[in-house]
């Protein structure tokens, strides 16, 4: 009787941690703030059987720290229960080092207010991303990095380098205009 009632525990325990268990992960890109039931997100939660409108809700609250449409990295961790969690990765340096040049862009923009829209539209289509950032720039964007991720300022400068590197961007020695 005994050794029954063992079997049936130890099947019981198992059937517990399986409903714990992990069994997805899902890595997505999303605007902070902007989750929606619409597509391209619904859908893409959908098939996996998890409650959209949960997740929305929870990722625009915990998404408020960021600047609307800040474009931030998630990984959504589903359990075979049809629960999930998930954790809000920083922006990656591309889309930094993208935003920070195009706040260049914007501010030669805004300097062309009363100009025809041809010279406008010629503004955008000569500009040119850089080949190359500064010094400066490379430790504005390691001091974001490394107050968001805990992580000491000279680690994150040494790994934004090599992300430059692989990116042909050059790093230069000069101070950037402010």
């Known amino acids: 009787m005994k050794l029954l009632e ?3 525990d130890s099947k019981t325990k198992k059937k517990k941690e399986k409903d714990t268990d992990v069994f997805r992960k899902i890595r997505l890109a999303i605007p902070a703030q902007a989750a929606s039931i619409a597509p ?3 859908p893409a939660l959908g098939q996996f059987g998890i409650n959209i409108i949960d997740f929305c809700k929870q990722f625009n609250e915990r998404s408020q720290s960021y600047d609307v449409d800040v474009v931030l990295n998630v990984v959504i961790t589903m359990f075979r ?3 999930f969690v998930f954790e809000i990765k920083q ?6 080092l993208y935003e920070y040049y195009n706040s260049e862009l914007i501010a030669k923009l805004q300097n062309k207010t009363n100009e025809k829209e041809e010279d406008i539209f010629r503004t955008i ?3 040119e991303f850089p080949d190359k950032c500064s010094l400066n720039q490379l430790y504005q964007i390691a001091l974001i990095r490394s107050f968001i991720s805990g992580e000491d300022i000279k680690k ?9 590197r ?3 961007i050059n790093l230069v ?6």
Do not use: R
């Not at 400068?157 to 992300?163: F, H, P, Q, Y």
């Open 6 to 8: 063992k079997l049936l």
């Open 40 to 42: 391209p997100l619904g």
């Open 81 to 83: 229960n049809k629960s």
């Open 91 to 96: 922006p990656t340096f591309c889309y930094m």
């Open 125 to 127: 289509m000569d500009y």
């Open 156 to 164: 994150t400068a040494k790994m934004l380098k090599s992300s430059l």
């Open 166 to 168: 692989s990116m042909h």
């Open 173 to 178: 020695n000069e101070v950037a205009k402010s």
